[in-house]
């Protein structure tokens, strides 16, 4: 039940060798005029890579986290790191914020102040919340888990234990990408203590019928195929490691290079029906390479990519309950998220209260929108704090 002050303090060392392995890197051949069409092209990476060698210093995001009060616990065997903002109102809501993959901490910096101090960002103090953002286990500073069966329920079970053991008997969740898997199933596993959830995308498919697909909408259906091509153009990295983890993760453990390239393939414009026009569109450089940083400092490649393969393993996932889930669940979807299918959503949700769909922004809204973001937290879970 303890709970240690932490502070991040990547030793020197560590990057020293980061800098001589990114000075000595063997660079991949690439077809002519290849683009994108490939994959990550090869002079977005020289390019990054050139300015984590020149530019990009990991100590300036390390200061800015460490800002935050942050700690670790153990839960279930594995350690828990997070950090605890709490807001000057007293009375403020606690909230439970959710990161997914390749994400990290690092993305809530950008709604940590607004969120826990609105009066000075536009808001009102009744808006104020107290603010806990966890590393998923074996995630970040959470650090590599050391267990098998560390699916999305587990890391929902250990939220939950996190929140009573912080004293919070009400609390709201919100999730993005992973986070957004997990956080419905903790309104799903503790509803006497959750007051809401919100989520970036709702992620409910058809259940291996095909007529649930002919009763789609037409606007439904287009942007069901759109989902489909992207998981046919973009989805690799979801089939590799929810099949063979480890494989993967050989080489990136050994490559800063290569989990940076891993990494930034997420981190694009999609288009409708193709590839990633862009890469890295709508996210700043130094945010990339901090991501990529702490996967690398951290050694979690491995341990972060087996969340797939253990949810998608996972005894529960056949056997969980199909019952719609009851509490207040709000829905913030940002440009070019095609995942959330409305007919499914209200299908596995009966109590959705809220459905905001924004024309910027991206998966990356943390990022690429935080005031849209904001808002829509602010607003849903105003609905809910009485």
Request: aromatic content about 14%; some cysteine; glycine content about 6%.
């Amino acid at each position: 039940m303890s709970m240690t002050p932490y502070t991040v303090a990547i030793p020197q060392a560590d990057i020293d060798d980061l800098n001589a392995r990114l000075a000595r890197v063997r660079w991949t051949d690439e077809l002519p005029d290849a683009g994108t069409d490939y994959g990550v092209d090869l002079a977005s990476i020289k390019r990054l890579v050139s300015y984590w060698q020149h530019g990009y210093d990991w100590r300036i995001w390390e200061a800015r986290l460490n800002a935050y009060p942050q700690f670790t616990t153990t839960i279930d065997g594995e350690n828990v790191h997070f950090l605890h903002v709490r807001s000057n109102v007293e009375n403020a809501l606690p909230l439970l914020l959710i990161h997914g993959w390749p994400k990290s901490v690092f993305d809530y910096l950008t709604v940590i102040d607004p969120l826990v101090d609105p009066s000075s960002h536009v808001g009102e103090p009744a808006q104020a919340f107290h603010l806990v953002i966890p590393s998923l286990p074996g995630f970040g500073f959470s650090g590599p888990t050391t267990q098998k069966g560390w699916d999305c329920f587990r890391m929902a079970h250990a939220f939950i234990e996190l929140m009573h053991r912080l004293g919070y008997d009400r609390y709201g969740v919100h999730g993005s990408d992973w986070g957004a898997v997990i956080s419905p199933e903790i309104g799903r596993f503790d509803p006497e203590h959750v007051v809401g959830v919100h989520v970036t995308a709702i992620f409910s498919s058809p259940w291996g019928n095909s007529a649930e697909i002919e009763a789609l909408s037409k606007e439904e259906k287009v942007q069901w195929q759109r989902y489909l091509a992207w998981q046919q153009h973009q989805g690799g990295y979801y089939h590799m490691q929810s099949t063979a983890p480890q494989t993967l993760a050989h080489a990136l453990a050994d490559s800063p290079v290569g989990q940076l390239a891993w990494n930034y393939q997420n981190y694009g414009n999609f288009q409708n029906y193709g590839k990633y026009e862009k890469y890295g569109d709508g996210v700043s450089d130094d945010y990339v390479l901090t991501t990529a940083a702490l996967y690398w400092f951290t050694n979690t490649a491995a341990s972060s990519a087996r969340l797939y393969y253990e949810t998608a393993h996972s005894a529960r996932v056949q056997h969980r309950s199909t019952e719609p889930t009851t509490v207040p669940l709000g829905l913030v979807n940002f440009a070019g998220d095609h995942r959330t299918i409305r007919t499914f959503a209200e299908r596995d949700h009966k109590n959705i209260v809220s459905w905001n769909i924004y024309d910027r922004g991206n998966h990356f809204a943390t990022q690429t929108a935080p005031d849209l973001l904001v808002n829509d937290m602010r607003t849903f879970f105003k609905m809910l704090r009485s």
